[in-house]
């Protein structure tokens, strides 16, 4: 094996601790914005609905170094409501507290996979406790995709909700 002077090994070192960050921010789409639900692009289950990611009519999102926050507008009975949530996309589990809606704590999960962010969220309720997994990703139209996967909890039927937000 060759071995290369000490400056050359230093100077290696340095490009990858540069590269390497770089590559992985690559990776990372930027969804920051403000986004607007395309309803005719998206599905979401028969059982689908608010509880089912089904309500957000916007969202407006901001990236800051690590940190990630997503606030969340929908149309309910009682009129808008707007939720609050923050990510680190660090993949360590964290308690969250939610706002608006029905609030409580989650324990949070959240990463970066294949150039989406991916937030695992679990929940315990009086039905039991449930997983549900939200993928963010910017499709190649410049769409936002959030796919929602939620087990059927408490005689609701579980599914895939497909929402498609375009970028005001």
Request: proline share 4%; aromatic share 6%.
């Amino acid at each position: 094996m060759k071995k290369y002077p000490i400056s050359m090994r230093i100077l290696l070192g340095a490009l990858l601790l540069v590269a390497i960050p770089a590559l992985v921010a690559a990776q990372q789409p930027d969804l920051t914005g403000t986004w607007v639900l395309n309803q005719e692009k998206s599905t979401v289950p028969e059982t689908g609905g608010r509880g089912f990611g089904g309500g957000a009519t916007q969202m407006v999102i901001s990236m800051d170094g690590e940190k990630i926050v997503i606030v969340s507008t929908s149309q309910g009975r009682q009129g808008s409501q707007e939720r609050t949530q923050t990510f680190t996309p660090d993949g360590e589990t964290y308690t969250m507290e939610a706002t608006g809606g029905r609030g409580g704590t989650s324990e949070v999960t959240a990463i970066w996979q294949d150039a989406k962010l991916v937030v695992s969220t679990s929940r315990s309720t009086q039905q039991g406790s449930f997983t549900t997994t939200m993928t963010y990703s910017i499709q190649e139209d410049g769409t936002l995709l959030v796919e929602s996967q939620r087990p059927s909890m408490g005689g609701r039927g579980g599914g895939t909700t497909k929402l498609v937000y375009d970028k005001k």
